[in-house]
């Protein structure tokens, strides 16, 4: 099978750098040059054919969910963005995988992996019986709870500050040589998977502060 040609679609020109050099560390992979609009993703689809685009949403002049849908080649959408809205965007538009920003790139790699096999599974010209189906989608999706339980290494060294005591975004940030803002992301995350629990604190002026600690599991 040829090497699989992929289009990344970044307007932040370090981003879409580290995607490309992820792409093509993996055998079988090319990576195209990136661009950084829809206009430029569209007309690059049309001009070089390839196999798979890995998209952000926010881009300077569209939506990169819509570039998804009108492009009609197989993407995964990567972004920031968390709100269940823009995710089911997403899949309607036919994403394949929708990855959240910051992720390791071992993430990355292993989707793109997966997605040589479901390729793999789906290139005979004869007709597919159910099982090839049902194999390839599995080689796609993968198992859904090792996705949930990896942890970045951002994330290890959050839950690591957290052994020392309830703290705020800042301490956390403070203890991990982190910035306060990527402690403040990582934090939210880690809440919404029921790894850290969230406390208010209030003072004598001000709004109360957000105060964090491990939960049950944050440990484990």
């Known amino acids: 099978m ?17 995607h490309r050099d ?3 560390g993996i055998r079988g992979f090319v990576s195209l040059d990136p661009v950084r609009t829809a206009a430029e993703a569209l007309s690059a689809t049309r001009a070089d054919s390839p196999d798979l685009v890995l998209a952000d949403v926010y ?3 569209g939506d990169g969910i819509e570039v998804v849908r009108s492009c009609g080649v197989d993407a995964f959408v990567l972004s920031a963005a968390t709100d269940a809205r823009t995710v089911r965007r997403a899949f309607r538009a ?4 929708y990855l959240v920003k910051p992720f390791e790139a071992r993430t990355l790699a292993d989707r793109l992996e997966r997605y040589a096999r479901y390729r793999n599974l ?4 004869a007709p597919l019986t159910q ?5 390839a989608a599995t080689a796609l999706r993968g198992a859904p709870e090792q996705a949930s339980l990896s942890r970045s290494a951002t994330e290890r060294t959050i839950l690591t500050a957290l052994t020392d005591g309830e703290a705020s975004a800042s301490e956390v940030a403070e203890r991990g040589g982190i910035s306060r803002a990527t402690a403040q992301r990582h934090l939210t ?13 209030y003072g004598t002026t001000g709004r109360p502060e957000h105060r964090f600690r491990l939960a049950a599991s944050g440990a484990d």
């Open 2 to 18: 040829s090497d699989i040609r992929v289009l990344i679609i970044d307007d932040d020109f370090r981003v879409a750098g580290v």
């Open 22 to 24: 992820i792409v093509a």
């Open 59 to 61: 881009l300077p002049d």
């Open 94 to 97: 036919g994403a394949l995988a």
């Open 122 to 125: 789906l290139s005979d010209s």
């Open 131 to 135: 099982d090839q189906i049902d194999r």
């Open 189 to 201: 995350a880690l809440a919404s998977r029921g790894l850290v629990e969230i406390s208010l604190r």
